[in-house]
């Protein structure tokens, strides 16, 4: 009797066995992966470059564009040609048996001189070096002066057939390239035609005091000191009156 009880219990304690579907439980959501994704790198935008190259190279190739300065080639002893540029430059004094007068002008450690590589449509030679005029785009020209330690590339805009410049960069004779820089020409035509600071101007540039009764604008003062600028023939003088028209126009 106790045998049979005991099976009995040993029955009724079988686990009841229920299938997954029948089951009422809470369904557990798996959170989802959230993959990383890195953001694309802002591309770059590539600088705008002129390269540099030796004043003797260039000249060999540009000097026929200009009807003031001609290459003098001489063979003299113990004198390296490519490092001694000769040139014959017009002086303006009367002609010399029918032949326009000229000056030499001798550059030397014209193999390490940089200048921009491309054309320029004018070249004036001072006694202190030399300039470089070049069209660059139709609203940019820039003026390079060649000096002892290298290149100053002055930055203009074309505004009203004038070259109002906006940047002064040095190149050193060990670099390739010059960066170009922009100003809004717009930016200029709106300072143009504000009134003039001619306490400042002359403050600036003291030989103004004597004509700045004829100003009014900064367009009166610009145009007065690019006049005065294409007067003069010391490189150090013109990057005066550039860079007092870039402090103006500031």
Known sequence: MET??????????????????NLDLPLETAAPIEESVDAPAEAQPAEEVIPITPLNIWFESNSAAFENVREVKVAIR?????????????????????????????????????????PASNMQIYNNGFKLVYPYEDNIV??????????????CNVIANQYVPYKVIKVKKKDEVVVVPRCEASDVVAKLALDADLEALQLLYKQSSKSVSEMTTNSSVISWLLARQSEVTDINHHLQIDNVIIDILS
Request: charged share 25%; with cysteine.
């Open 142 to 155: 820039i003026k390079a002066y060649g000096v002892r330690t290298g290149l100053i590339c002055v930055f």
């Open 78 to 118: 113990g004198v390296d040609p490519s490092q001694t540029l000769i040139m014959a430059v017009l002086d303006g004094k009367d002609e010399i048996e029918g032949n326009p007068s000229r000056d030499l002008q001798v550059f030397k450690n014209a193999d390490t001189q940089p200048v921009l590589n491309m």
């Open 4 to 21: 049979a009880n005991l099976s009995d219990m040993i029955k009724d304690d079988t686990p009841t066995v229920f299938e997954p579907e």
